[in-house]
């Protein structure tokens, strides 16, 4: 089960910002969509807001938080005034959408982003954007997956250098669990807590690092 790093009651706030501040970067902007994204992915400020920081998700506007964005990674672009439309457009659709999925999913914006750009986004707008949102999350789902075949557990075990059988022995986790877990022949999501604090404490990591989405 996906813990979220925000209560929900704060998700609409945040799609809304996020909607509007993907809208003013390109509409207002005339940023290329992948400039932005790219900034923001890399920024202090896709990592508050992927954290629930209260200022970032809902104690701003969308275009001041553009502005934070593009200040903060030194990317070159002409101000313009403040533009936050009744009517929805496209741009907002693709950060409203970006919003939820990394809600959803728990993921950081820089592993969505390096996956699926704002410019593929934009893409999946005239297809997704009229379905139940359910339909965008699933489809996300299966991208992601498909450019990460690894499991979150084998990914997080090469990154911190062990072997499995170092982490067995760092752990305490039995090596054939560990293997049974990156095989996929085991659900790591079922895992017992106590398995996964054990894992997590090894690699340096939150618990729910490790659950598969």
Known sequence: ????????????????????????????????????????????????????????????????????????????????????????????????????YQWHSSRPFMDILSTVPLSRLFLMYPVYHEMDIIHFVEEMDHL?????PATRLKTRRANCGFSQSELASCSGVALRQIQLFEQRQRDINNASAITLLKLSRALHCRMEDLIEL
Not at 62 to 83: K, M, N, P, Y
Not at 144 to 148: D, E, I, L, R, S
Request: hydrophobic fraction near 50%.
């Open 1 to 100: 089960m996906v813990i979220h790093a925000y209560d929900e009651s704060y998700l609409a706030d945040a799609q809304n910002i996020l909607g509007h501040a993907v809208d003013f970067a390109v509409m207002s902007l005339n940023l290329d969509p992948d400039v932005f994204g790219s900034a923001f992915a890399v920024s202090s400020v896709s990592k508050q807001f992927a954290a629930g920081n209260p200022r970032y998700v809902a104690g701003m506007s969308g275009c001041e938080l553009a502005r934070i964005v593009l200040s903060e990674t030194h990317t070159t672009f002409i101000d313009a005034e403040d533009v936050m439309y009744l009517d929805k457009s496209p741009e907002y659709w693709v950060g409203w959408a970006l919003a939820l």
């Open 144 to 148: 992601m997956k498909q450019a990460n």
